[in-house]
């Protein structure tokens, strides 16, 4: 499907940040029919909502292009479909990205569905990324400035999804993103980004977290089993961790800073090193359910690269699809690979899919 401004009807979703208003003020100078819509996805338990500040600042950029604008609460399906999720997969010991399942299942999912049936053409978001649109499909492509690039969200979305989809800013930098939104006015000009999930925004997170799971603690122990201390349960530490041990006097002599290596969930042991060692490394991962958005079938066996978390460079791998997912050994060994965490897949500029990392293949085995 090809878009063009000749009146064609556009619902953009306004986060309320700098992003979202500058899609929807180029998707207006082009013509389009704009409608503006907030979404809520999230409540905390006492009813109330964290993000009213962003309805007003949408509100403000909305009479200011001089857009109709609403909100759609979706906060229900944001509990069934990604928070449960969430829950259950830190419960489980591992580390989700609920920002990739927000847009499978909510932006593109709920939102998307709202919007069609709401009349619309297609749903643009505030996204640093690209499409390309032929008689074979929609291929995503990275957002033109690289440090702000965000298709590592989006490699969860089918061809069906992004058929609908438009991205407005994704061939544009971020500072010309400033620029125009100073150019036209734009009450939001100089809001500063948001960073984090968006139901923790500034809290803190492991605080945020014992309030919905109960805490296990247990011990923390080295690679040979020796024990270093306590932990407050394995849900509230990841691969590579530094930070947060309450471990940092105690050591061998080295000096170094001590690392999460591991995690013992039937004896509900966090393994921790000193140093950054092989231990800390992999050389391959698995991925149970992949997802390949591009409309044809990819070779059983490929090279391309990979991201195994936001902002990573892209690293060189070689792809084997298995029955439904997919075997990655990478070039070099990487550190830190996390279940739970999306492996991305890449050709060139064009994302080519990915999922959630099932399990890893460490270069050196811990052995308590």
């Known amino acids: 499907m090809q878009f063009q401004g000749d009146n064609k009807r556009v619902i953009v979703g306004l986060s309320g940040g700098v992003d979202s208003a500058v899609a929807a003020m180029l998707l207006k100078k082009q013509g389009f029919e704009v409608t503006g819509v907030f979404m ?5 338990m006492d009813g109330t909502c964290p993000a009213e500040q962003d309805y007003e600042d949408v509100r403000r950029v909305s009479e200011a292009l001089d857009i109709p604008y609403y909100t759609v609460n979706f906060t229900k399906e944001y509990q069934d479909r990604v928070f449960s ?20 299942e909510i932006k593109f999912k709920a939102f998307l569905d709202f919007a069609m049936k709401s009349g619309a053409d297609a749903l643009a978001t505030g996204h640093y990324a690209r499409l390309s649109r032929n008689e074979s499909g ?12 965000q298709t590592y969200f989006l490699a969860g979305l089918t061809q069906e999804q992004l058929s609908r989809a438009m991205f407005p800013i994704g061939a544009i930098q971020k500072r010309e993103v400033r620029d ?15 960073t984090g999930i968006c139901f923790i925004g500034e809290r803190n997170f492991k605080r945020f977290l014992m309030t919905y799971l109960p805490a296990c603690p247990g011990d923390m122990v080295d690679e040979h089993g020796k024990k270093i201390g ?12 530094r930070r947060g041990l309450g471990i940092g006097g ?31 490394y992999s050389l391959s991962l698995t991925v149970d359910r992949l997802n390949v958005i591009p409309n044809e079938d990819l070779p059983k066996s490929f090279e391309c690269t ?40 890449y050709r060139g500029e064009e994302c080519l899919g990915g999922g959630p990392i099932e399990a890893t293949e460490p270069l050196k085995r811990i052995n308590l």
């Open 40 to 44: 809520r996805n999230w409540e905390d």
């Open 85 to 104: 999720y969430f829950l259950s997969e830190y419960s489980a010991g591992r580390t989700p990205n609920p920002d990739v399942l927000c847009n499978t």
């Open 138 to 149: 929609v291929r995503l492509l990275k957002g033109l400035d690289e440090g702000k690039d």
């Open 180 to 194: 125009l939104a100073r150019k036209y006015a734009l009450p939001v000009a100089e809001k500063k980004d948001s």
């Open 230 to 241: 306590r932990h407050d349960g394995l849900m509230y530490y990841t691969l590579g961790q």
């Open 250 to 280: 105690r050591s061998d002599g080295s000096g170094e800073s001590w690392f999460v290596i591991g995690k013992d969930l039937k004896r509900n042991l966090l393994i921790v090193q000193q140093g950054e060692h092989e231990e800390l």
């Open 306 to 345: 990979a991201k195994f978390r936001y902002r990573q460079p892209d690293q060189n791998v070689t792809v084997e699809l298995l029955d439904g997912g997919a075997f990655v050994r990478f070039r070099e060994p990487q550190r830190a690979v996390t279940p739970g965490q999306w492996c991305v897949l």
